[in-house]
């Protein structure tokens, strides 16, 4: 990292907003720079940390499922566990359609199907629109390039269909590849 990232510790006053007491002291003990590198490799351990504790948190949870409710069902199962306590264990499953073309096939054939297959075939799946980034980012180029109507398209979009807000950002540290030898 660039030495001009230290400047700023200089007096006391000069202090980025960010370099709270707390901080500052969890850099001192970990022996890390009182700076932005010191900051990020701060970061990197609570994010290596985070990773570790999420993954074996979810290993726990499983095993904990599984012999709470040994049956593969799904919904609510409440165990009582003496003194009052009880363990509530919600289980799901995740629905996920195959593409389209294999959907509308098969909403043909079921509708097909006896008396009701046409009814049972309309309520079975809902079409719901997605948002494609790249289509959008094609107009926004278009109009840069002066097209009219590619202008016109966004000021619609924009304003009747669309709102944009900030997503969490991402922060990694990539280290340098390997030399070969």
């Known amino acids: 990292m660039s030495d001009s990232w230290s400047a700023w510790q200089q007096p006391a006053q000069e202090k980025p907003s960010w370099l709270t007491p707390e901080i500052e002291q969890t850099l001192t003990a970990k022996n890390y720079p009182v700076n932005q590198d010191g900051m990020l490799m701060l970061w990197k351990d609570a994010e290596t940390n985070l990773k570790a504790v999420k993954e074996l948190e979810m290993e726990y949870r499983k095993i904990c499922v ?5 049956a593969k069902t799904e919904g609510t199962t409440n165990v009582e566990l003496g003194g009052g306590y009880i363990a509530k264990a919600v289980t799901k499953f ?13 909403l043909d054939k079921i509708a097909k199907v006896g008396n009701q297959g046409a009814f049972i075939a309309e309520r079975l799946v809902s079409w719901t629109p997605n ?8 107009l926004q180029e278009e109009a840069e390039k002066g097209s009219q109507d590619a202008k016109a398209i966004l000021e619609i979009v924009n304003s009747e269909m669309l709102t944009i807000t ?9 280290e340098p590849k390997a030399k070969k030898k």
């Open 166 to 174: 900030d997503a969490a950002p991402t922060l990694a540290i990539v």
């Open 66 to 70: 599984a012999f709470l409710v040994p």
């Open 94 to 106: 995740n629905y996920k359609l195959k593409d389209n073309d294999a959907v509308d096939k098969a």
């Open 131 to 138: 948002f494609l980034k790249t289509e959008y980012t094609t």
